[in-house]
């Protein structure tokens, strides 16, 4: 029977091969090994789709299959016959006597298989690496599908092939399932060199990270980008996982691990740039590596996703680039041979397996040389390794160097800092007697100022008590009032200047200090000259003054109230011919005598019946006849109080200035006719010397009221 299907199956490709053209010659599979091979050129033909718009039917028709070409025959890179889309046709037979399952793998994006065996149908079956997972056939993980060859059975097998990277070199690799899975499922090489993966990946990492905390340690930018290229790098390893992530989507996977790969040699660029500091010794070529970098940045993704076309010339661009980049990456350190620059030779080491890689990449590509393949991983692992741990360990190094460097200067500042703060503080030391010494005089003299400022103080105050005696006490405060706001005023800001002095001694700022000492000694000469000025008008006013024992006794206020009303009235008659003013009392006659310093009360009372006959006067002047001046007297028991009130119907306060009226040295009277003393110590009168209130009630323009409270017992 199998005789009989030989011969239709035979009878059948003679059939074709009449109609179709001439097939290649059919290959006899090896009957006792299932170790994988590459078919030679004479047992396939090829048919170069530059167009890459043919169906499976149309390559089948006559116009194409007279178009099918020996597999001997060749074509380089960028050629006008070069193509990314190649078919591909030849025929197996098996003359083992028994089955053979074929495993045809692929390296490329797309490849569809087409199987016919005599009197059978077309089976179609496509895998690839950019062919989603679910449309994979057989082996979907390692791209390959099998068929099966029963003992003497043959196959006609067509392939289209298509690569969106590069243009496809004609080759037809068979290999058995039975093998392959042993070797990519089983074997246990295989999975040690994963597990040896995932390890370099981790260190890989691991040096990254190592890199960034040697950047963020001393800002060095070498650091900076070549822990990114190996990061970036690392990633390619992990692109893969990627891939099983998201397995209904290829393309972006392959895309995804396509940018990360060329992010990585974007940033070994600036990692050679700045590792051999070509800026300094090769200004030119560091211009020419740093615009290399940005267009194999910018253009290569731009040639990736363009559409094929005809020539490949757009598709060509990537490699160019890229090539270009690594070529400049390897002249690079050649150019520092001539110069005792220890780091490029460094480097020259470092990349020494990696140049023989590319040696090896450029004949496997160029040469299309397939027994170099099976080594290139190998390779390639070993250089990379070798370079990381190379130029990690020259990093580390520098890093080293660097720091100890950096200490070097440090201890050197710390030593100068030192002698500066030797010097210093000798100085200050000197200084700091000086000033002492200043202080004291200074100190002496302000405590003289402050005891004269305080006698000038008691002096004023008794003073304002003579306020109504005559004209000469209002003289007399006018003209002390400005020295003694400037000795207030400047004493109080010396006071603070010294505390904070002492307080920078004791921080050891002495030369903060010294100048607020410099401050203190010219408000000193301040005061003194105006407790002098001070001191003369003094002198003059005590000689008019008297004392008051402040002794307390029962005094009734009615008649208090109602004779230093009368006494201030006539007072001001006597000065004033032109005043006059209406009085009315209403005095509550049922008061009992209240225990009160009289002299002092009485003062008050003299000073509120001032104020009020000041601003009646006033108004009358402003208003003429149509105003009658009214001052009201009112004595009445609250509760366990008794309350005084004078009220004026005068000008009355700007309630702007009513919470300043009881501040020393305040007035609302023009300069000249009022010292600000009056109310300050009728109120520290009435709440200190008795224990009372003294509240103020006006409108201005209207009125004015003042009550003063004192405790009935």
Not at 469 to 478: P, R
Request: hydrophobic share 40%.
């Amino acid at each position: 029977m199998k005789k009989i299907l030989s011969i239709c199956l035979l009878l059948g490709l003679g059939a074709c091969t009449f109609a179709q053209g001439r097939l290649p010659s059919r290959f006899n599979l090896p009957a006792n090994s299932d170790t994988a091979f590459n078919l030679p050129g004479k047992y396939f033909q090829v048919l170069r789709d530059t167009g890459m718009a043919l169906t499976f039917n149309q390559v089948r028709t006559n116009t194409w299959l007279a178009k099918f070409e020996g597999g001997e025959k060749k074509y380089p890179p960028g050629h006008p016959m070069s193509s990314h889309v190649l078919w591909t046709r030849y025929l197996l037979h098996n003359r083992a006597n028994k089955a053979k399952e074929i495993a045809l793998s692929t390296e490329y994006s797309t490849v569809d298989f087409y199987f016919r065996k005599a009197g059978e149908k077309w089976l179609h079956k496509t895998t690839g690496y950019r062919v989603p997972y679910s449309k994979r056939n057989d082996l979907k993980l390692i791209n390959t599908v099998t068929y099966t060859l029963e003992p003497g059975e043959h196959v006609l097998i067509y392939e289209r092939q298509y690569n969106n990277w590069q243009t496809i070199s004609p080759g037809v690799r068979i290999g058995f399932a039975r093998t392959t899975i042993q070797q990519e499922y089983i074997s246990e090489r295989k999975q040690t060199m994963k597990l040896v993966l995932a390890l370099i990946a981790g260190v890989v990492l691991f040096a990254a990270v190592i890199n960034f905390f040697f950047f963020f340690m001393i800002r060095e930018r070498v650091y900076l980008y070549y822990g990114l290229t190996l990061l970036f790098g690392d990633w390619c390893y992990f692109h893969l996982w990627i891939q099983d992530l998201i397995p209904e989507d290829p393309a972006r996977s392959s895309d995804a691990g396509n940018t990360i790969l060329l992010f990585a040699i974007f940033f070994s660029l600036f990692t050679v740039r700045h590792f051999l500091r070509t800026n300094l010794h090769y200004p030119r070529w560091d211009k020419f590596l740093h615009w290399l970098s940005w267009i194999m940045l910018i253009f290569v993704p731009l040639a990736v996703i363009a559409p094929n076309d005809r020539f490949n010339i757009i598709r060509s661009i990537p490699q160019v680039i890229i090539f270009t980049v690594l070529g400049a990456l390897a002249v690079t350190p050649l150019l520092f041979l001539g110069k005792r620059f220890s780091e490029a030779r460094l480097f020259l080491l470092a990349f020494a397996p990696f140049v023989a890689f590319l040696v090896s990449l450029l004949i496997t590509l160029g040469l299309k040389y397939r027994g170099l393949q099976p080594y290139l991983a190998s390779v390639m692992l070993f250089s990379v390794l070798w370079a990381i741990l190379v130029l990690s360990w020259s990093l580390f190094l520098r890093f080293k160097r660097l720091l100890n460097e950096n200490a070097r200067q440090a201890l050197e500042k710390e030593r100068m800092a030192r002698e500066k703060e030797t010097e210093r503080n000798e100085l200050i030391a000197r200084q700091k007697v000086e000033l002492e010494k200043e202080v004291q005089e200074r100190t002496a003299e302000l405590k003289q100022s402050l005891h004269e400022l305080k006698a000038t103080q008691a002096q004023l105050i008794q003073s304002e008590k003579m306020a109504s005696l005559g004209d000469l006490t209002a003289g007399i405060a006018h003209e002390i009032q400005n020295p003694l706001n400037f000795v207030n005023n400047f004493s109080e800001v010396s006071m603070e200047m010294l505390e904070e002095m002492e307080e920078e001694m004791g921080n050891g700022e002495w030369e903060i200090a010294g100048e607020i000492a410099k401050d203190v000694k010219l408000n000193l000469e301040k005061i003194n000259h105006h407790g002098k000025r001070a001191d003369a008008i003094v002198k003059g006013m005590l000689q008019h003054s008297r004392s008051s024992s402040g002794q307390k006794e029962p005094t009734d206020l009615n008649a208090l109230a109602d004779e230093y009303l009368r006494l201030c009235f006539h007072g001001l008659r006597a000065k004033d011919k032109s005043f006059n003013s209406k009085l009315v009392t209403d005095y509550d006659h049922a008061l009992p005598p209240v225990s009160v310093a009289k002299q002092d009360l009485g003062r008050v009372l003299l000073n509120l019946f001032a104020n009020a006959f000041y601003s009646v006067a006033a108004k009358k002047k402003r208003l003429g006849d149509g105003y009658e001046p009214t001052v009201t007297v009112q004595t009445r028991l609250i509760d366990q109080e008794i309350e005084i009130s004078v009220t004026d119907n005068g000008s009355g306060i700007p309630q702007k200035v009513l919470d300043k009226i009881y501040q020393p040295f305040f007035t609302t009277k023009p300069t000249g006719e009022g010292t600000g003393l009056g109310l300050s110590l009728s109120y520290d009168i009435v709440t200190k010397g008795h224990g009372g209130t003294l509240l103020a009630e006006t409108e201005e323009g209207e009125f004015a009221r003042f009550r003063i409270r004192v405790p009935r017992d």
